[in-house]
Nanobody
Framework: QVQLVESGGGLVQAGGSLRLSCAAS????????MGWFRQAPGKERDFVAA????????SYADSVKGRFTISRDNAKNTVYLQMNSLKPEDTAVYYC???????????????WGQGTQVTVSS
C-alpha cells in the first residue's frame, strides 16, 4: 500500500514557475514508477509526465515537453514536477500516481494522491 500526498500548487502568473511535490508513505516507493496527471474543469484527466523507478527514464506529454521536468528522490520518497513557463492552459488539478511501470495510461497506476490545484492567470 502506498499513500501519496501532493503539495506545491497555487496561483501563478503566466510565464511563472511552480514546483509540485508528491510525498509517498512506506518503504516501497523505489519500486514504483511515478506519474503526474492533470484534470482541467470539464475535461478528462490527462497524462503529464512519468518517471521510472530509478529515475533513469522519463516521458512527457507534448504539451509540456521542454517546460516541465519530472524527477524523484528515492531517499526522500518524493517525486517532483518542476513547471516553468506556465500558461493559462496549464490550469488544472494535478495528481501524482504510483504504478509498476512507466506509462502514459492512468489505468497502469494503482495508487493516486488527492490532487493539488494549479491556477495560471493571464
Amino acid at each position: 500500500q502506498v499513500q501519496l500526498v501532493e503539495s506545491g500548487g497555487g496561483l501563478v502568473q503566466a510565464g511563472g514557475s511552480l514546483r509540485l511535490s508528491c510525498a509517498a508513505s512506506g518503504r516501497t516507493f523505489r519500486f514504483y514508477a511515478m506519474g503526474w496527471f492533470r484534470q482541467a474543469p470539464g475535461k478528462e484527466r490527462d497524462f503529464v509526465a512519468a518517471i521510472s523507478t530509478s529515475g533513469g527514464s522519463t516521458s512527457y506529454a507534448d504539451s509540456v515537453k521542454g517546460r516541465f521536468t519530472i524527477s524523484r528522490d528515492n531517499a526522500k520518497n518524493t517525486v517532483y514536477l518542476q513547471m516553468n513557463s506556465l500558461k493559462p492552459e496549464d490550469t488544472a488539478v494535478y495528481y501524482c500516481a504510483a504504478g509498476p511501470y512507466l506509462s502514459w495510461s492512468e489505468t497502469m497506476y494503482n495508487y493516486w494522491g488527492q490532487g493539488t490545484q494549479v491556477t495560471v492567470s493571464s
